[in-house]
């Protein structure tokens, strides 16, 4: 089974603080992607990689910072967390080709900023 | 991408087909129809995807219509634990695949 893990299920920040997510995946996959989901809002893409070092800014990526130093972690962080980043961020992984479409998600982790 | 339409929410009894709607009437040639679906305080999970042929595996079956322009997600025997949000997702397959996750449909299994 493919797995997905993320550090913390819940973390409590204080405004302006560096906080890092991170993600890691064991089965080999290319692509790896960061989303955060708010009610009403569904799903956003904040930023994916393709490769080691690479990365592509998605639909939200104000705010938010990410690495990929290697293969199977995928690391967001918030250079200063403010309020309006408390939300639950998902990270998931998916193969380059085929079957791209198939992303497989980590269990998320809901962050709190105060 | 083409934009999809769904049910804000619906409702089935338990072990009888839930039949998942899905509208997207802008959907060009080279789009794909995924299903991804979210259980309460998980991440989301792929279900099955499809370009033009019906398609069925050990989850769902979906049916998508000549035109394209609709699609159907089929649990043919829905149990409590199909209680989730669904999603259903118009995209073009790329290498590095972000797929948009609207607001989906909340399906309720009732016993």
């Known amino acids: 089974d493919v797995k997905v893990t993320q550090s913390s299920r819940y973390l409590v920040k204080r405004t302006g603080e560096k906080v890092f997510l991170e993600c890691v995946q064991d089965?080999?996959?290319?692509?790896m992607f960061w989303y955060r989901q708010d009610p009403g809002l569904g799903l956003r893409l904040i930023y994916f990689s393709y490769d080691v070092k690479m990365k592509e800014k998605g639909d939200i990526p104000e705010g938010y910072s990410v690495s990929r130093e290697k293969k199977e972690r995928f690391s967001l962080i918030l250079e200063s967390a403010s309020t309006n980043q408390t939300s639950m961020y998902l990270c998931a992984s998916s193969l380059l080709f085929p079957n791209s479409y198939e992303q497989y998600f980590g269990p998320g982790t809901r962050l709190t900023v105060t | 991408d083409a934009k999809t339409t769904q049910p804000t929410s619906m409702d089935c009894a338990e072990g009888r087909a839930a039949n998942l709607p899905c509208n997207h009437s802008t959907i060009s040639g080279n789009e794909y129809v995924y299903w991804y679906r979210q259980i309460h305080s998980q991440g989301p999970q792929y279900i099955i995807h499809g370009l033009k042929n019906n398609e069925t595996n050990e989850m769902a079956s979906l049916i998508i219509t000549e035109d394209r322009k609709s699609s159907t997600l089929i649990l043919p025997h829905a149990t409590l634990r199909d209680t989730a949000v669904y999603y259903c997702i118009v995209r073009v397959e790329t290498g590095a695949n972000n797929l948009f996750f609207g607001t989906g449909t909340r399906l309720t299994v009732i016993p």
């Open positions: 089965m080999d996959h290319e692509n």
